[in-house]
């Protein structure tokens, strides 16, 4: 008896993934692709692309918090001409969906960004909103609804789909998710990092810029919660759950709370093989069920 091939692809408004699992931004590399073939993946989202040369924030960066990892590492970026000929072309022809991430410290920014992608073959574009917004004393985008709707707004006359990050920081992320919905997101990342702090043994902040974003297994309970109340409010918007997932189960927590795929960010740095190894069991799941992978997500 043949083992039946389980339908993977999950629809995400007009683009189609081909399995729920698609790497998180800033926590990947197209190098990956001498370790496994990128084409596996639901989709390839690059590092966020922010308007000319960023130096990033100072060093230490990175460090482990709370059982996860707390990073400030600041975009640090070489500028658009070097994004389009240096990185964009190693995320293509992989056969698989081509999502950019931008983010920028005004609308408009966010907008001559979407706009200078509008020709390149990707796929769909993700809008860092947790990025200050300078123009409002640099609150960020993500945890405001008029500035959302503004950033989102200002980006929507592109024919590319457009995907809204939200910040699991924001008051109520419900109300912030709708208010990008309204102005013309076509799916939501739900969600970025949790803001935190660590502290070094000599009793000083362990990251040079003191704050960072906590990301990994303890933001699940917190990022999956998001997941649920935007999933309620915005039934029929298409959710990418993120954060803290690294296994099966993780995944399929997200797709009961209304995601219809999840982004891997963290597991991937202990486990380089994990999302392969996540659309592998999902397989295995789906074929076992015989069902498909869309019919793992909750419908509010
Ligand atoms: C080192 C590091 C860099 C990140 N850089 C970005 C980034 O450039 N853009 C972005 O939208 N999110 C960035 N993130 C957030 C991740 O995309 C993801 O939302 C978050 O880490 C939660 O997922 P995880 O718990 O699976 O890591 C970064 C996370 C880490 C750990």
């Given at each position: 008896?043949?083992?039946?091939?389980?339908?993977?692809?999950?629809?995400?408004?007009?683009?189609?993934?081909?399995?729920?699992?698609?790497?998180?931004?800033?926590?990947?590399?197209?190098?990956?692709?001498?370790?496994?073939?990128?084409?596996?993946?639901?989709?390839?989202?690059?590092?966020?692309?922010?308007?000319?040369?960023?130096?990033?924030?100072?060093?230490?960066?990175?460090?482990?918090?709370?059982?996860?990892?707390?990073?400030?590492?600041?975009?640090?970026?070489?500028?658009?001409?070097?994004?389009?000929?240096?990185?964009?072309?190693?995320?293509?022809?992989?056969?698989?969906?081509?999502?950019?991430?931008?983010?920028a410290?005004?609308?408009?920014?966010?907008?001559?960004?979407?706009?200078?992608?509008?020709?390149?073959?990707?796929?769909?574009?993700?809008?860092?909103?947790?990025?200050?917004?300078?123009?409002?004393?640099?609150?960020?985008f993500?945890?405001?609804?008029?500035?959302?709707a503004?950033?989102?707004?200002?980006?929507?006359?592109s024919?590319?789909?457009?995907?809204?990050?939200?910040?699991?920081?924001?008051?109520?992320?419900?109300?912030?998710?709708?208010?990008?919905?309204?102005?013309?997101?076509?799916?939501?990342?739900?969600?970025?990092?949790?803001?935190?702090?660590?502290?070094?043994?000599?009793?000083r902040?362990?990251?040079?810029?003191?704050?960072?974003?906590?990301?990994?297994?303890?933001?699940?309970?917190?990022?999956?919660r998001?997941?649920?109340?935007?999933?309620?409010?915005?039934?029929?918007t298409?959710?990418?759950?993120?954060?803290?997932?690294?296994?099966?189960?993780?995944?399929?927590?997200?797709?009961?709370?209304?995601?219809?795929?999840?982004?891997?960010?963290?597991?991937?740095?202990?486990?380089?093989?994990?999302?392969?190894?996540?659309?592998?069991?999902?397989?295995?799941?789906?074929?076992?069920?015989?069902?498909?992978?869309?019919?793992?997500?909750?419908?509010?």
């Open positions: 008896m043949s083992a039946t091939v389980p339908d993977l692809a999950v629809p995400i408004g007009a683009v189609t993934l081909k399995n729920p699992i698609i790497p998180a931004s800033g926590t990947f590399a197209a190098s990956y692709g001498r370790v496994f073939d990128l084409g596996r993946l639901g989709g390839l989202v690059p590092k966020t692309l922010m308007p000319g040369y960023r130096p990033g924030h100072p060093p230490n960066r990175l460090t482990e918090a709370g059982g996860g990892l707390l990073n400030a590492v600041g975009i640090p970026s070489d500028g658009e001409e070097a994004f389009l000929r240096d990185t964009l072309p190693a995320y293509k022809g992989w056969g698989t969906p081509l999502i950019v991430s931008v983010s410290d005004t609308a408009a920014g966010f907008a001559e960004l979407v706009a200078l992608l509008e020709d390149e073959g990707v796929d769909a574009v993700e809008l860092n909103l947790s990025c200050p917004n300078l123009e409002e004393g640099g609150k960020s993500a945890l405001d609804t008029k500035m959302t503004e950033a989102v707004a200002a980006c929507r006359s024919k590319l789909p457009l995907w809204a990050k939200l910040s699991p920081n924001a008051e109520d992320i419900a109300a912030i998710a709708a208010a990008a919905v309204d102005a013309g997101a076509d799916a939501l990342i739900v969600a970025n990092t949790l803001t935190g702090m660590a502290m070094r043994r000599d009793g902040p362990a990251l040079a810029n003191v704050t960072g974003g906590l990301s990994g297994a303890p933001v699940k309970p917190v990022n999956l998001c997941t649920y109340q935007v999933a309620q409010k915005l039934p029929g298409p959710i990418i759950g993120c954060g803290g997932i690294s296994t099966l189960q993780d995944v399929l927590d997200y797709m009961a709370a209304g995601a219809s795929a999840v982004a891997v960010g963290s597991a991937t740095f202990t486990r380089p093989l994990t999302m392969v190894n996540l659309v592998d069991e999902i397989a295995s799941h789906c074929t076992s069920r015989g069902i498909a992978a869309r019919d793992l997500t909750l419908r509010a």
